[in-house]
């Protein structure tokens, strides 16, 4: 059973410098729900880590509500609240020297006693977390020899160690390549199925939001949230709000955004697949209409243009490119 673990109502959030006043976010509302992988949108600036910042008691509510486990924002301690969220940053200071079981440790601070030393159910919770995230093999490396990718894991372990019903990342795939950031977004999505833990996870990746969120909130200058299941949100359209529809829009067969370009007038005969990529390479080339038909085919690949054969796509458009000057 799903449960609203922060809730936030007609919110407004900004920030005040003596007199001067800046509100960033303008009344909106939003439930986040134990066991789903929620993904947060929009342009740089619009607000996104302002609102993290307030679930994280460090910006006041200006108006409205923000509750987490149905307990008002401002009533809780700071270690009451690391025990119900865990956050990763983007960027967090990286102490090199220390080991990565020293940093999954380091999630254990809330329930630590007076002595400071782990009792063995802390252990046994920094164990699990660094099982969890696959890391058992660099446990004792220095934080400084590792990858972007393997170190990421490792702050995510820490986020796990600290045990918290709610897990926010800000921007967690940044600076990843393309097999880190599915893995981490699979592992986020494995965290919140399996152990029910509701995770936000602020991103711009919107290939890999579609991929693996349950839910995708897109959040825009002076306006609510808007929310929806990532496929709801593409069939509806309501994702084109991510980028200015003058030179973008999303292709919802292909699931990804393209930029616009002017209609073309190909006849090309073959399959819809080889189409589609020759189609593509011709209007990036900025050649929208060719006088007659063109045939293509696979195996071998092959173009027929003109009773002339080419073997490649950039053959092809070089051939064009001598025809049209
Ligand atoms: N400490 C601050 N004092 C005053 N204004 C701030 C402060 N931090 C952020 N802002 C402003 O608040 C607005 C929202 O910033 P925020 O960092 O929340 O955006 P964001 O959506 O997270 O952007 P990005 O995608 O670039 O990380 C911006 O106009 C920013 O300049």
């Known amino acids: 059973m799903r449960r609203e673990v922060i809730v936030g109502a007609n919110l407004s959030l900004g920030y005040q410098t003596g007199k001067s006043r800046k509100e960033v976010l303008q009344g909106i509302n939003f439930k986040l729900f134990s066991g789903q992988l929620t993904c947060l949108l929009g342009p740089n600036g619009v607000g996104k880590s302002t609102l993290i910042k307030a679930i994280m008691g460090r910006l006041p509510v200006w108006e409205g509500s923000l509750t987490v486990q149905g307990k008002s924002i401002n009533h809780f301690t700071q270690k009451e609240l690391a025990k119900n969220l865990a956050v ?99 592992l986020l999505r494995e965290i919140s199925l399996q152990k029910g833990k509701s995770v936000l996870v602020i991103t ?30 593409v069939i509806s359209g309501k994702i084109n709000q991510l980028f200015p529809q003058e030179k973008f829009e999303f292709n919802t067969q292909r699931g990804r955004v393209e930029i616009k370009s002017q209609p073309a007038t190909f006849n090309v005969e073959g399959s819809q697949e080889l189409i589609f990529w020759l189609q593509k390479a011709l209007k990036k080339a900025g050649i929208y209409e060719l006088d007659g038909q063109v045939r293509v085919q696979n195996n071998p690949f092959s173009i027929f243009f003109m009773e002339k054969e080419f073997d490649s796509l950039e053959s092809f458009i070089d051939s064009l490119r001598v025809g049209i000057k």
């Not at 809330?110 to 446990?139: C, F, H, M, N, R």
């Not at 609510?224 to 496929?231: A, N, R, Y």
Request: aromatic share 6%; net charge negative.
């Open 88 to 186: 990763v940053l983007t960027e967090p200071f990286i102490p090199g020297n220390m080991t990565v079981t020293q940093l999954v440790s380091l999630g254990r601070t809330p329930y630590l006693k007076w002595s400071g030393y782990l009792s063995d159910l802390d252990k046994k919770a920094v164990y699990k977390a660094i099982e969890d995230t696959k890391i058992a093999y660099i446990q004792h490396e220095r934080l400084s020899d590792l990858s972007d990718g393997q170190r990421q894991k490792a702050f995510i372990a820490r986020a796990l160690a600290q045990d918290a019903p709610i897990m926010v990342l800000d921007e967690p795939t940044a600076h990843l390549d393309l097999v880190n950031r599915y893995e981490i977004m699979q």
């Open 204 to 233: 711009h990746d919107l290939d890999i939001a579609l991929e693996s969120s349950d839910q995708i909130w897109l959040m825009n200058c002076g306006e609510d949230l808007v929310k929806g299941l990532p496929e709801d949100l």
